[in-house]
């Protein structure tokens, strides 16, 4: 689900200018220097065609054993931890048979780890969207804060994915001329993943009739100056597409928008949320998926779960199918309440799961051994994830309809192969015909 999310209106242009950016980088790489060590670092300096400059990530050796310890080290793995680590330990049972073990920081409290930017900046797969100076200067403004946010779980789940796999994400930064931009990271056949993309997209300009014209019909009442809406929206969205019929997909997209009104107030709003789509039915998988997500919920409100589980199965539902696209999760949109500071702790504890939830579901199927069968069953599973995105994603339409948007960016959720056959339908009884059920009646997991 491609998504984009606002940031600030005023001095944009600093923020924006390759010698602003060129000159902060220098002065990111010389504070790094004193720094032995980096856990999460992208490594040296290095040319890009797109920007001058980015982060190079460390590729994993091809042959490193994937039997070892999946590590969640530095400021990310503590910021992860606490979210989930009551939902991770309740599901261990569930896992014993899986080839990993996931190591979690001995902090047993939540550290917010927001004061040092320029630390938290070291960890990332590139330089973020925005200037640093400019983060700096601006630390405790909500947008400053959710890039932080966005591009941290970003490095989190891009370094957790290269350990499992071995295979390294091509990290690609990209600007947009009306305002913005973004680093998408992708990562095509791999050894365990076909396709493997998580984008951090951070734009603002103005708002096009067509996008505001959705929001509108979501119940938002948005009174622009001379015809125009000066907005800022930032995310991070990604979705995985594994070989192996067993791993499922997996999709997560959390992001934040700011509109400033003719009067000059601003409205604002949190969306997002994280969906699995497996091939065959496990029923281990989807409690382990769904309890770390409820885990995380009912830190902030115990009606979050279950709302956002039934929301999540309305929206991911093919309409010509009568079926949804998988076994769900968690979706909201349009949270602006109890106040910024709540709904922001809430998106924080969220992006916080979506290594735990996912990773260790991955190492369970990695050595799943699966037939011909299998495959072709996936294949035409992910025909229908294809049909659900281009036809119905809210977040697909918006970018469309956004001028400067990144085509590449948006349809990154799209797998490398997919089929469609005429009037295909499971035989009965078969494990196919079992999923093709769940999907048609979704399930309460947990």
């Known amino acids: 689900m491609a998504t984009i999310v606002f940031y600030s209106f005023k001095n944009r242009a600093q ?12 002065w990111l790489s010389r504070a790094g220097q004193s720094r032995p060590s980096c856990p999460l670092s992208s490594g040296p300096l290095t040319t890009s ?12 050796a ?6 070892g310890v999946l590590a969640l080290s530095g400021a990310a793995a503590v910021t992860t931890a606490a979210a989930a680590l009551a939902g991770f330990l309740a599901n261990v049972n569930h896992f014993r048979q899986a080839e990993m073990a996931t190591l979690v920081p001995r902090a ?3 550290t917010d780890q927001e004061g040092d930017i320029l630390s938290r900046c070291r ?11 400019v983060l700096r200067e601006r630390k405790d403004e909500m947008c400053t804060r959710m890039e932080m946010l966005i591009m941290e779980t970003q490095a989190e789940f891009c370094k957790a994915l290269q350990e499992v796999d071995g295979g390294t994400f091509k990290v690609d930064r990209w600007d947009r001329k009306e305002g913005g931009g973004g680093i998408s990271c992708v990562m095509q056949d791999g050894e365990v993943f076909e396709k493997a993309g998580v ?9 096009t009739e067509d996008a505001a014209r959705q929001m509108r019909s979501r119940g938002k009442v948005l009174k622009g100056k001379d015809g125009k809406l000066p907005f800022c929206a930032m995310g991070v969205s990604s979705v995985i597409h594994p070989k192996n019929p067993h791993i499922p997909t997996v999709h997560f997209n959390y992001r934040y928008f700011e509109i400033e009104e003719e009067d000059g107030s601003k409205q604002w709003w949190f969306g997002g949320g994280t969906d699995l789509t497996p091939v065959y039915v496990n029923k281990d998988d989807a409690f382990h998926f769904h309890n770390t997500l409820k885990e995380a919920c009912d830190k902030h409100h115990s009606q979050y779960y279950p709302d956002f589980k039934k929301w999540c199965d309305r929206y991911f539902y093919i309409r010509h199918r009568g079926e949804t696209r998988g076994i769900g999760g968690i979706f909201f949109d349009d949270l602006d309440a109890p106040g910024q500071e709540e709904a922001f702790g809430f998106v924080k504890s969220c992006a916080r799961t979506v290594v735990p939830c996912y990773l260790p ?13 299998e495959k072709h069953w996936q294949q035409v599973r992910r025909g229908r994830y294809v049909e659900f995105n281009l036809v ?6 918006f970018g469309l309809a956004t001028p400067g948007s990144r085509i590449e960016s948006i349809l990154m959720s799209l797998p490398l192969t997919a089929r469609w056959e005429y009037m295909h339908e499971p035989v009965c009884g078969t494990r196919e015909a079992e999923m093709l059920e769940v999907l048609r009646n979704p399930k309460e997991w947990v």
């Not at 200018?17 to 000159?23: H, K, Q």
């Not at 960890?123 to 100076?133: A, E, I, K, L, Q």
């Not at 984008?199 to 708002?207: A, D, P, R």
């Open 15 to 26: 923020a924006t200018s390759r010698r602003s950016f060129i000159s902060n980088l220098k």
């Open 49 to 60: 065609r797109t920007t001058g400059v980015r982060f190079m990530s460390h590729g994993t």
């Open 62 to 67: 091809a042959g490193r054993s994937r039997r």
């Open 108 to 110: 047993a409290e939540e």
């Open 123 to 133: 960890g990332f797969m590139s330089p973020p969207v925005t200037d640093v100076g």
């Open 199 to 207: 984008n951090v997209s951070v734009v603002f300009g103005h708002l």
């Open 361 to 373: 579901i991955v190492y369970k199927h990695l050595h799943d051994p699966f037939t011909d069968q």
């Open 392 to 397: 119905y994603d809210r977040g697909v339409k």
